[in-house]
């Protein structure tokens, strides 16, 4: 079966803290992207890559940056947290063809921030 | 770019078909409808996707009217475990690269009732 996974189901982080969100995919994808979720909301679009080492802003990067060193995995990371960061953080990857392709998402990963 | 409208809720009684609307009136030709759904507490799923003509898989059929500014996504026998919030989404492009991706509104949650 094809696998995103993200590293962590559930974290408490404080104010100020930097914050790491790992996802890896096993499906050799070349296209990886991290949304967030908010009630009311719906998905937002923080970052993308379409290959190791590139990046591409979505529609929310302020506060954020991503990194992704290897074609696996692709980070997310909140150099400081902050109350409004509170949120559920899912990432998906999707393979060539840029946009048409079949995204496949992780379980998520809820961030509190106190 | 197109911009989606969905019902933010719809019920449908368990073994009938449920018909979910959606309505894209600015879709342009090349641009593509997908419909993704999400699992309390899961990651969206891909259902279905289609350009012009009329598609069914294993999942769903997605119904995409002549002049494509409306769409229908049937699920022909609805189950308990079709509950979730229904995604249709039109690919839309990320002006500063012309690179595309997905971008979610807020669905509607489909309340499958026994």
């Known amino acids: 079966d094809v696998k995103v996974t993200q590293s962590s189901r559930y974290l408490v982080k404080r104010t100020g803290e930097k914050v790491f969100l790992e996802c890896v995919q096993d499906?050799?994808?070349?296209?990886m992207f991290w949304y967030r979720q908010d009630p009311g909301l719906g998905l937002r679009l923080i970052y993308f890559?379409?290959?190791?080492?590139m990046k591409e802003k979505g529609d929310i990067p302020e506060g954020y940056s991503v990194s992704r060193e290897k074609k696996e995995r692709f980070s997310l990371i909140l150099e400081s947290a902050s109350t409004n960061q509170t949120s559920m953080y899912l990432c998906?990857?999707?393979?060539?063809?840029w946009g048409t392709g079949e995204l496949f998402f992780g379980e998520g990963s809820r961030l509190t921030v106190l | 770019d197109a911009k989606t409208t969905q019902p933010t809720s719809m019920d449908c009684a368990e073994g009938r078909a449920a018909n979910l609307p959606c309505n894209h009136s600015?879709?342009?030709?090349?641009?593509?409808v997908y419909w993704y759904r999400q699992i309390h507490s899961q990651g969206p799923q891909y259902i279905i996707h289609?350009?012009?003509n009329n598609e069914t898989n294993e999942m769903a059929s997605l119904i995409i009217t002549e002049d494509r500014k409306s769409s229908t996504l049937i699920l022909p026998h609805a189950t308990l475990r079709d509950t979730a919030v229904y995604y249709c989404?039109?690919?839309?492009?990320?002006?500063?690269?012309?690179?595309?991706?997905?971008?979610f509104g807020s669905g509607t949650r489909l309340q499958v009732q026994p």
């Open positions: 600015t879709i342009s030709g090349n641009e593509y």
């Open positions: 890559s379409y290959d190791v080492k």
């Open positions: 998906a990857s999707s393979k060539g063809d």
């Open positions: 499906m050799d994808h070349e296209n």
């Open positions: 289609g350009l012009k």
């Open positions: 989404i039109v690919r839309v492009s990320l002006m500063d690269t012309g690179r595309r991706a997905l971008t």
